[in-house]
């Protein structure tokens, strides 16, 4: 499989952004006070950055395994996203209904009301968490964040047939374009009720953030098919980068007055020029592609399943500990280090010890790849 220096950096950044959100919304639980910048309520928009950057590259590496050997291998790209995701998902689905089911009301002396157990299994078996989450909001607890991982499902249901359509269509680019904006138009045309749907169907429908996976299809389709044209206009030098992260710092720090829709798609495409600036620039203002941070972002979809779970035993301990309490009331931020250092501990040790095995399932299977072609 094809490496693109410095993605997964940003990988990590976005999955320590959703982390920090969620340990914000834990302070907030316990009556700690905490900062208040905008850089600590942007987790949904981490995780809209991990659609664009998923569309991205799925569809980036489609079409150069297609110039490769002349069609797409879809048994091949079920087989490796079963490989990678399957595994984590099912272990925290299954910690999910032990912490939730038998834990917390263990520790608290009373039942969760709010989560059930038998009405809600069926659906984790079956990937759609997101429709849980419509549902349940966030009386599933740690659980609630595995509805990003459903939609990406969704998602790859469909995609390697939406790619043969797309590659093979004469004009691919066009294509791509007229289907993200039709989705994106119904998407939001529902979500603010100019068409008027069932109120359930609509709240799961808002889970469904395919348009961010269809801009990052689009942003690959371009770069792959009009590499000068972006080039030119997306010159590859430091200032660019230096100009597109203090983009990025504007949205982290400073509230920003647009609507839902403007604002999510000029993110989105802000991510775009960001991920296609990292990994084809030959030199950087800030060189991200260090091995540490290579690292973490290869353990961050760990780091954002296992955070959640986390947090438990740290809360427990807030609220069972006066002189633990004392001491995040003092310092918030021991907090969030103290999550975050805890979570890249078991991420690392599950993808080594469990991860890893499924892992070079998946190497081999890129490598009859390789060997195929």
């Known amino acids: 499989m094809q490496y693109l220096k410095g993605l997964n950096s940003l990988r990590f950044f976005a999955a320590f952004l959703v982390l920090v959100a969620h340990a914000q919304q834990n302070l907030t639980m316990l009556a700690i006070p905490h900062a208040t910048w905008g850089i600590f309520f942007l987790g949904a928009d981490a995780v809209h950055f991990f659609f664009v950057l998923s569309g991205f590259l799925l569809t980036y590496l489609a079409m150069g395994e297609f110039e490769r050997e002349g069609t797409l291998n879809i048994r091949r790209f079920f087989l490796k996203r079963i490989l990678r995701i399957w595994p984590l998902y099912y272990l925290c689905v299954l910690l999910g209904f032990i912490v939730l089911a038998i834990a917390v009301p263990y520790a608290s002396n009373q039942v969760t009301p709010a989560f059930g157990v038998k009405?809600?299994?069926?659906?984790?078996?079956?990937?759609?968490?997101?429709?849980?989450?419509?549902?349940?909001?966030?009386?599933?607890?740690?659980?609630?964040?595995?509805?990003?991982?459903?939609?990406?499902?969704?998602?790859?249901?469909?995609?390697?047939?939406?790619?043969?359509?797309?590659?093979?269509?004469?004009?691919?680019?066009?294509?791509?374009?007229?289907?993200?904006?039709?989705?994106?138009?119904?998407?939001?045309?529902?979500?603010?009720?100019?068409?008027?749907?069932?109120?359930?169907?609509?709240?799961?429908?808002?889970?469904?953030?395919?348009?961010?996976?269809?801009?990052?299809?689009?942003?690959?389709?371009?770069?792959?098919?009009?590499?000068?044209?972006?080039?030119?206009?997306?010159?590859?030098?430091?200032?660019?980068?230096?100009?597109?992260?203090?983009?990025?710092?504007?949205?982290?720090?400073?509230?920003?007055?647009?609507?839902?829709?403007?604002?999510?798609?000029?993110?989105?495409?802000?991510?775009?020029?960001?991920?296609?600036?990292?990994?084809?620039?030959?030199?950087?203002?800030?060189?991200?592609?260090?091995?540490w941070l290579s690292y973490l972002g290869a353990i961050s979809y760990g780091i954002y399943m296992y955070h959640p779970y986390i947090s438990y035993p740290l809360r427990y301990a807030t609220i069972?500990?006066?002189?633990?309490?004392?001491?995040?009331?003092?310092?918030?931020?021991?907090?969030?280090?103290?999550?975050?250092?805890?979570?890249?501990?078991?991420?690392?040790?599950?993808?080594?010890y469990f991860e890893s095995w499924f892992l070079k399932m998946k190497k081999k299977e890129d490598g009859r790849n390789v060997h195929s072609a």
């Open 320 to 352: 069972k500990f006066g002189w633990v309490h004392n001491l995040f009331a003092a310092a918030p931020f021991l907090y969030y280090a103290a999550l975050l250092a805890l979570t890249v501990v078991v991420a690392h040790l599950s993808y080594k």
């Open 119 to 291: 009405q809600t299994w069926p659906y984790y078996l079956f990937f759609l968490p997101n429709y849980v989450a419509s549902i349940y909001h966030e009386g599933v607890g740690a659980l609630f964040a595995l509805w990003s991982i459903g939609v990406e499902e969704q998602f790859y249901l469909f995609f390697p047939f939406l790619m043969l359509f797309i590659i093979k269509s004469k004009r691919p680019l066009l294509f791509i374009t007229l289907i993200a904006v039709a989705y994106t138009t119904f998407y939001y045309l529902q979500f603010y009720r100019v068409i008027l749907i069932a109120a359930s169907a609509s709240a799961f429908i808002n889970t469904l953030k395919f348009q961010f996976m269809f801009l990052g299809c689009a942003g690959a389709v371009l770069y792959r098919k009009k590499t000068a044209f972006v080039q030119a206009v997306l010159p590859y030098k430091k200032l660019t980068q230096v100009v597109l992260f203090a983009l990025l710092g504007i949205i982290l720090f400073v509230p920003l007055h647009f609507s839902y829709a403007v604002y999510c798609m000029l993110c989105g495409l802000l991510y775009v020029c960001i991920i296609i600036n990292t990994f084809s620039s030959p030199v950087h203002a800030v060189n991200i592609e260090r091995s």
